[in-house]
């Protein structure tokens, strides 16, 4: 069975460009997860989805940031514009209700 | 708020020897905790969940307990080899919402 599918794994772009990041989580997970992660920290959640609903998006930088998921399944985040503090790791996780939680391989963003 | 706290941040150990890694977390009120494993670069690979319930769960080398009255739970690693080097995380969930840890780097050495 496929896990959680991310991409891109690598993006660098310019400061005040836009970026998007897709995510494809584990088939029959109702929750999508995007977290956030800086290098020696732990992930920081930006937004929960059950099914197609934005639960918690209580983190999310809602000037510059968006995200959807369409249909219950795929999740797309974007950032518009990015900023150099913008730099770091976007992990998408899924899980069944409040169970075990399954992370993709994440996709890091460096804005120059 | 939940607050997350691993100590060591970071762990060197000769191979063979047993790791113990901590995790403490102030809020008792839990639902269960994760632990996860994280190589550089790599997203977090899911080792063991313990539920609420429980005082422990095993799986292969590992063993994770969990004292919810006093805010703990401990991942041992039985044996440790060089490829057991990485990053550990446990995360807490409370209602639906999942509070980490910073890890402990751990490093074995050959």
């Known amino acids: 069975e496929a896990g959680v599918v991310q991409s891109p794994r690598y993006k660098i772009i310019e400061k005040k460009q836009p970026v998007a990041f897709w995510c494809n989580p584990i088939s029959g997970h109702n929750t999508l997860y995007w977290y956030l992660q800086n290098l020696g920290q732990g992930p920081e959640l930006l937004i929960r989805y059950e099914n197609e609903e934005a639960v918690d998006d209580s983190q999310l930088p809602k000037d510059r940031f968006s995200a959807e998921r369409l249909k219950g399944v795929d999740s797309t985040l974007k950032i518009q514009p990015a900023e150099l503090g913008d730099s770091a790791v976007y992990l998408c996780?899924?899980?069944?209700?409040?169970?075990?939680?399954?992370f993709g391989e994440g996709s890091r963003l460096t804005v120059l | 708020k939940q607050e997350v706290t691993q100590i060591p941040a970071a762990l060197s150990v000769p191979e063979g020897e047993n790791l113990v890694l901590n995790c403490s977390f102030t809020?008792?009120?839990?639902?269960?905790l994760q632990w996860f494993r994280q190589d550089p670069g790599k997203g977090l690979t899911s080792l063991l969940l313990?539920?609420?319930?429980?005082r422990e769960q095993t799986s292969g080398r590992l063993n994770a307990s969990l004292d919810k009255s006093s805010g703990r739970s401990t991942l041992y690693i039985a044996a440790s080899q060089p490829g057991d080097s990485a990053t550990y995380l446990c995360a807490v969930r409370a209602d639906y919402k999942l509070s980490f840890g910073a890890g402990t780097t751990v490093t074995v050495r050959a």
């Open positions: 996780a899924s899980s069944y209700g409040g169970g075990e939680l399954f």
């Open positions: 313990i539920q609420s319930s429980q």
């Open positions: 809020d008792s009120a839990i639902y269960n």
